[in-house]
């Protein structure tokens, strides 16, 4: 078991609204010096408690201007690494998530058009093993985030 304090999880916290944050200014909202708060942020990566840092591009300026969940019902489990490696290769395909419920999996794709998402569609219908699609168009967004909700609870880990 290894305990996370107090610095850590701001450090944490910090990170997830700007990953770009420099390390003096982390050194500055947490009070401790930039090597120590390198060395602190180091440990984090190594334990796998940060899986990278991304720059978020705006789909619109690039023309995708579709989003869309695609739940598939895949036929038995004899098929879900096949299924998988294929979604891997589409660069549409943003999310892949085995689901319970209506479906095996959900699918979030970004496209450019309706022209693209059908022959999107057409090519995961194609796939073997999969018995039928359902796909809800995203209107609009209000909320997308990728943090998660860290606080002194998340102290003790198990990593």
């Known amino acids: 078991m290894h305990h996370l304090d107090d610095i850590d999880i701001a450090i944490l916290h910090h ?14 909202i947490v009070n401790l010096s930039v090597p120590s708060v390198s060395e602190r942020k180091r440990k984090l990566e190594e ?33 879900h690494i096949p299924f998988v490696e294929k979604v891997v290769l589409e660069p549409e395909v943003q999310e892949c998530h085995s689901i319970t419920g209506d479906g095996s999996h959900m699918l979030k794709i970004a496209t450019r058009n309706t022209v693209s998402l059908e ?16 796909t809800n168009i995203v209107l609009s967004t209000f909320k997308e985030t990728r943090e998660i909700p ?9 990593f």
């Open 15 to 28: 990170l997830q609204k700007n990953g770009r944050a420099q390390r003096n200014k982390l050194a500055k």
């Open 47 to 79: 334990k796998k408690l940060i899986d990278g840092y991304h720059a978020v591009l705006n789909a619109q300026k690039f023309n995708f201007d579709i989003v869309a969940f695609i739940f598939v019902e895949v036929d038995n489990s004899s098929y």
């Open 119 to 134: 022959k999107l569609l057409s090519r995961i219908q194609s796939w073997e093993g999969v018995k039928k699609t359902r």
């Open 150 to 158: 860290i606080s002194s609870e998340n102290k003790e880990m198990v």
